[in-house]
């Protein structure tokens, strides 16, 4: 969650780099439940874990349930920097409670594998040119930033008899588009979700997280999540913050509550995001770049400063050394 779009600007003046998914700071999905556009990278693994205190209470039922969940996303990017596979589970345990009884369950409530790919990067392409003689020009409204990034995820839910879905439910496709949208120190990513489709009670639904960057290490996020099916229906909130601890970790914090009191759910959390970059390999266009030849003026007059500095070393020391030297003082007696 944590403002990632970040990367060294001397690489970004020297270099033509492909559009690479992998950036300098961890790219999480947590603590949200929405899936960013960009996937980690090529030959980059990356962990996303937590876990969270539920209560949920049934004003019509007169039931309640209170337990944890435990999650668990494992991503990796393979063949193209586009390209990501995930596995994305939950496990619930919790005690259920009604007017004549009270039992424990416990079973795994998400278990889902997918690959997501970057379809459009509005950005790949696209080179501003800076004015220098405008501050009101270069803080204008950009309206290219309105035009979101769009990736796909396709995957499989894998489900067994468990008491957190419909008993027909074991296997069924999951599609999800991603749209997202940079402004800055804002973020906006919108999932339009399609799920268990062909099965008896298939879902529809909307993610919407809006991510803020306070500084470099700290971000927080509010979202909306509506889902609605044959079988439940409901709409919930969220709202949490990240901390980047280094590069590649990011620790948070949510909260989570629904509209409606039948179940009324409250949901409270904590997780990390870990990556390993050990394999990544910059991945570089050959030939020159669009913003080189930024970089060689720079270079240039720095060179240029350079040596007029040690011109006029050399002209003082010559001075100095062409000045006449008067003749020692006499000691008197």
Known sequence: MTLKIKVLFPALLAFGTLHAQYTEEINSNRPGMSQSAFAVGKTIAQVEAGINGV?????????EANGMTGDLAIRYGAFDENLEFMVDMQYRADQFQDAIYTYNRGDFSRFTLGVKYLVYDPNKFYNPKVNLYSWKANHKVNYHNFIPAVALYAGFNFMTNNPYTFPEDKLSPKGVLILQNNFGKWVWVNNLILDKIGTAYPSSGLISTITRGFNEKWSGFLEFQAY?????????GRVGAAYLFNENMQFDASISGNF???????????GFSWRFTANYEDVMLPGKGDREDLLEEDKKKQQKDKDKRK?????RKKMLEQEPI???PQ???
């Not at 209560?55 to 039931?63: A, D, G, I």
């Not at 011109?311 to 002209?315: A, G, I, S, T, V």
């Open 55 to 63: 209560h949920e209470q049934h004003s019509v039922l007169n039931s």
């Open 228 to 236: 609605k099916s044959d079988y439940y229906a409901d709409g919930i």
């Open 260 to 270: 409606k009191d039948t179940p009324g759910i409250l949901y409270g959390g904590v």
């Open 311 to 315: 011109r006029e070393r050399e002209e």
């Open 326 to 328: 008067g003749p020692e």
């Open 331 to 333: 000691g008197g007696n």
